[in-house]
């Protein structure tokens, strides 16, 4: 296992028995062909997606491709090297995923749930995407220690409350109302030109004391996916430029276009 994650520069993985993380969603293993009794083993690992960055109007998860797609490409080349290696079935999640991935990940040692229910990892803070691999073969097989982490939580400091749009002005979180579709009150309209956001919002994670001790240990992610293709400013422009093709491999695209164009008119007057 080390090997296969090493060549793809996926440092930070752990794996548990099944049997120790919460199975929400049996029905998503069993639309990939396996039941979900037959799966012994999570393989979690982290996805780590921050870069230096010039400051922009877009969620910095949001600014390179999908990592939906890095994952299925991901999943496409090392899932049969799992099993070719281990025998049984090897299945790959990121985001829609059977288990509450964060629960398990600290669990498996990769980091400690914060306030902000986000997983913070040592290295590289809450600047992570979590995936796993589940399996029929046993954790044992897979070098599960034999012992399950305790769910670490962070040190309650409240730094990300302070720094929270929705505590701060009394509305939803930032981000869920920068995806929401239809036309905004007069009031969302102000927080959204408050805070400049036009796709998510990342101040509960800066304002965090340990993504901010990643961010100054210049931590980056190695993989390349990460680093091609980034927009930090989205503007109008950008946006029609893009080709249904190129828009669809985009995290900001998966409410269509319209809540980004009425976002980009609230925040600088542009017409669709
Ligand atoms: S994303 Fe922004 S608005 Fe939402 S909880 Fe975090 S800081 Fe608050
Ligand atoms: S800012 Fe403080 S309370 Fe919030 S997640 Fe980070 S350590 Fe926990």
Redesign the pocket.
């Known amino acids: 296992m080390k090997t296969i994650f090493e060549n793809e520069k996926i440092e930070c993985y752990g794996v548990l028995p099944f049997s120790a993380c919460k199975c929400r969603r049996p029905d998503i293993i069993e639309r990939k062909g396996v039941r979900a009794e037959e799966i012994r083993s999570a393989i979690l690992f982290l996805v780590p997606y921050y870069i230096k960055d010039e400051s922009g109007n877009i969620s910095l998860y949001a600014r390179s491709g999908d990592y939906h797609f890095y994952c299925d490409a991901l999943f496409e080349r090392i899932l049969p090297l799992f099993e070719e290696k281990y025998g049984g079935r090897f299945l790959g999640f990121a985001d829609k995923s059977p288990i509450e991935e964060n629960i398990a990940a600290s669990k498996a040692g990769l980091g400690v749930v914060g306030d ?1 229910y986000m997983l913070m990892n040592e290295k590289y803070g809450s600047f992570v995407f979590i995936a796993e691999i589940l399996s029929t073969v046993s954790a044992e097989t897979l070098g599960f220690s034999g012992e399950i982490g305790e769910i670490s939580a962070c040190m309650h400091c409240g730094a ?1 409350k302070k ?5 701060i002005d009394g509305m939803e ?4 109302l920068t995806q929401k579709k239809g036309k905004f009150t007069e009031r969302e309209e102000a927080y959204l030109r408050k805070y400049g956001s036009v796709w ?6 800066l304002a965090c004391p340990l993504t901010k001790k990643a961010i100054a240990a210049d931590i980056e992610t190695p993989l390349d996916f990460f680093r091609e293709n980034r927009i930090s400013t989205l503007t109008v422009e950008k946006l029609n430029a893009m080709s249904d093709e190129e828009f669809k491999k985009r995290a900001f695209s998966w409410r269509g276009k319209a809540p980004l164009l009425r976002n980009l008119e609230i925040l600088y007057g542009n017409k669709e």
Request: net charge negative.
């Open positions: 902000n990300c720094a929270c749009p929705m505590v979180c930032l981000s869920a998510g919002c990342d101040l509960c994670q």
